[in-house]
């Protein structure tokens, strides 16, 4: 499935294709997209079709093609602090893309029918924390992951806000799937071949809107079945956060908030700076205007041989002796811009703990042991 937009140089341009397609279509979605690289759950033998509209499947790793996530993320809509359940979770791509919207006070849980998937999850969750360059532009909340056949979840089991399945659903476990969400929650799963997105509404009372025709793997049956038993899957532990973890994300929080302060700050004083030139520039002209203005009102009251057309020749001249000076200035700070050499990409959140008067220990704390 897939093969619905063209296909990408690197992960950029493939975000901007699926935009320019209108399969991504909301900010979040993009940002998520983007600062996440499809080709990092590749394996390194592959990674040339990473950015390709194009499923992928070796062994059991599995990734689905781009404007399939593209849909499922915008159905989702997804805000932070919602719970989240992904069953068939696989690579943890798309568990990553919505820790990263959800944050770090949301639920993020996925069951995976295949033990060495999950390993291969942790792996890529893993790099992705302490090496990609967009983790620290993100609250982050982390997907756990529990190895298991998602028809066998327990009913009693905890209900999520939203609810993915990545896999052909059969009409028969519709409801199963159903019961897992909160009121108000949304289920997106492929049923009869068609990509669907159902709200729960009230407590018995369901929306249901087709999104897109796709052709999906069904889910895999319990191996137990004909012997009647079930094999109960406990879902991740709901843990609740230490005064610790919740330290570093607060403190962690607020100096992004000062970064993004001063940012605003720098840039409103580039701009105004800017503005006073301009204005500077245009005073000046005005006052060579009023100059030349007096000085034809004298020469009308003083019998002169010159004339007017002279007079307002003169006026023109000095207007556009002004322009041009201001063109040359506007021309000269382009230069000027053009010249400048782009500077090293600094991490500012990083800069700024690495600052703090704190213990080395602890500044990795919350740096999350990441590598330079």
């Known amino acids: 499935m897939g093969g619905a937009v063209s296909a990408g140089e690197d992960n950029d341009e493939l975000i901007d294709n699926l935009k320019e397609a209108h399969y991504i279509r909301s900010d979040l979605v993009e940002q998520a997209f983007r600062a996440i690289d499809r080709a990092d759950y590749y394996l390194e033998e592959f990674r040339d079709n990473a950015y390709k509209d194009l499923a992928w499947r070796h062994g059991n790793i599995h990734l689905s093609a781009p404007c399939i996530y593209s849909e499922v993320m915008e159905a989702?809509?997804?805000?932070?602090?919602?719970?989240?359940?992904?069953?068939?979770?696989?690579?943890?791509?798309?568990?990553?893309?919505?820790?990263?919207?959800?944050?770090?006070?949301?639920v993020n849980h996925g069951v995976e029918l295949h033990a060495d998937v999950i390993e291969y999850a942790y792996q890529k969750l893993d790099t992705f924390i302490?090496?990609?360059?967009?983790?620290?532009?993100?609250?982050?909340?982390e997907p756990s992951f529990?190895?298991?056949?998602?028809?066998?979840?327990?009913?009693?089991?905890?209900?999520?806000?939203?609810?993915?399945?990545?896999?052909?659903?059969?009409?028969?476990?519709?409801?199963?799937?159903?019961?897992?969400?909160?009121?108000?929650?949304?289920?997106?799963?492929?049923?009869?071949?068609?990509?669907?997105?159902?709200?729960?509404?009230?407590?018995?009372?369901?929306?249901?809107?087709?999104?897109?025709?796709?052709?999906?793997?069904?889910?895999?049956?319990?191996?137990?079945?004909?012997?009647?038993?079930?094999?109960?899957i406990p879902l991740p532990t709901l843990e609740v956060r230490t005064l610790q973890d919740l330290s570093r994300i607060t403190i962690r929080h607020t100096l992004k908030q000062i970064e993004n302060f001063e940012r605003v700050k720098n840039y409103n004083l580039i701009k105004n700076a800017r503005k006073f030139k301009r204005r500077r520039v245009h005073r000046r002209c005005l006052d060579s205007v009023m100059l030349t203005n007096k000085h034809l009102f004298v020469n009308r009251m003083v019998p002169h041989p010159m004339d007017d057309n002279n007079n307002c020749n003169e006026v023109a001249e000095y207007r556009q002796e002004d322009e041009e000076?201001?063109?040359?200035?506007?021309?000269?700070?382009?230069?000027?811009?053009?010249?400048?050499?782009?500077?090293?990409?600094?991490?500012?959140?990083?800069?700024?703990?690495?600052?703090?008067?704190?213990?080395?220990?602890?500044?990795?704390y919350l740096l999350y042991y990441r590598e330079k």
């Open 76 to 106: 989702l809509d997804l805000q932070p602090g919602l719970s989240f359940l992904n069953l068939g979770s696989g690579t943890g791509y798309l568990s990553t893309m919505v820790g990263l919207i959800i944050g770090p006070f949301g």
């Open 130 to 141: 302490k090496t990609c360059d967009s983790f620290d532009k993100f609250e982050f909340c």
């Open 146 to 232: 529990v190895v298991g056949n998602c028809l066998e979840i327990t009913p009693e089991s905890r209900q999520y806000d939203r609810v993915y399945c990545g896999a052909g659903v059969q009409k028969e476990h519709e409801n199963y799937m159903k019961n897992m969400l909160k009121v108000g929650g949304i289920l997106v799963l492929p049923l009869e071949e068609k990509l669907t997105k159902i709200t729960r509404t009230g407590y018995n009372i369901w929306e249901t809107k087709k999104i897109i025709a796709v052709s999906f793997a069904p889910l895999a049956q319990p191996k137990n079945r004909d012997t009647g038993k079930s094999k109960a």
């Open 325 to 364: 000076e201001e063109e040359e200035e506007e021309e000269e700070e382009e230069r000027e811009h053009c010249d400048l050499k782009p500077e090293p990409l600094i991490n500012l959140l990083r800069e700024k703990i690495l600052s703090l008067p704190l213990p080395e220990p602890l500044k990795m």
